[in-house]
């Protein structure tokens, strides 16, 4: 009897020892997802900062950079936001952290889509037509700019940081991100300023006429007709094929083309367009439509463009 007590008394030590040892296990890749999270968040966070700086230090002081060369430069600043977004949209959120996720989500949303009203607006604001509008949508987008800040700083470093220490976890703490450098760019004045010196450049525009003018617009290879509807097949997609003519006197470089469809702005680029050339830029449409839909289809003006009223046309599409 002593010896099966003996034996029964170390069996239960040696299955306590287990379920200890499997917990600390299992506590310990825990709390190194919870770091590995707060890792990643940070790189992001200091690639984020990184690219603000470089946009408003342009945007500061744009040297002699040309219309064209600083349009480039601030699509290029788009690109990496949008690309903040997508590994933010990525991360893997262990234990709780699927709150904070959801929070961070939403600051990358903020500012991704910011930059990208603010590189849509530019073009037409370092130009002539439609250039105040341009200067005061782009102004607005800057309150953006400032609230995914405030929710960053209010609602994610503190809840993140929460996690962590309630998991005993010290050193991983996220930092400070602010995209917002100053807030004097909420002021619409400011802006006007800034980019006024760059459409003021030599570089800005070719002398010259400069126009663009919409050409044919396609959907599956059906020709659009304003104020009647198309129908096309949505089983294998839609793709719009907008034909843009170079209406002016000089080589264009950079078009960017844009269609609208239940609010959501897809963009495709023709790369260079000479005097009087035609081409073609391709937008499928996804997620793909369904029913009828409105298509606003735009050449965004070149740099001395004055006339733009030919730039746009809205169609009506049946999507089966």
Sequence with gaps: M????????????????IVLGVKGCLDARANSELSDYSRKVTEILEGTEQTSKRFFAKLEDPGSSSVTDFVNEVNADRSAMDGYRARVEDLSAPGDMSGPQRNLELVYEL??????????????????????????????QMQTLLASDVVYETVVRPEVDG?????????????KSTVLVDEKWLEESTVSDALGAISGNSGSATPGVHGLGLGTVSVNGSELVEG????????????????VQNQGESTENGISVSVTVEGNTLKG?????????????TIPLTPTPSGEVTLEVEAEPVAGEEVATNNEATYTLLVE
Excluded: Y
Aim: aromatic share 0%; charged share 25%.
């Design 163 to 175: 996690v962590l220490a309630d998991n005993g976890i010290s050193g991983d703490d996220l930092p």
């Design 2 to 17: 002593l010896r099966r007590g003996l034996a029964l008394g170390g069996g239960l030590l040696l299955l306590i020892l």
């Design 269 to 281: 680029e023709i790369d260079e367009l000479a005097a009087g050339e035609e081409g073609t830029a």
């Design 228 to 243: 009647g509807a198309t129908t096309v097949s949505g089983e294998e997609g839609v793709e719009v094929e907008v034909t």
């Design 111 to 140: 500012r991704a889509s910011a930059m990208d009203q603010i590189a849509e607006k530019m073009p037409t604001a370092l130009g002539d037509a439609g250039a105040e509008k341009a200067m005061a949508a782009i102004a607005k």
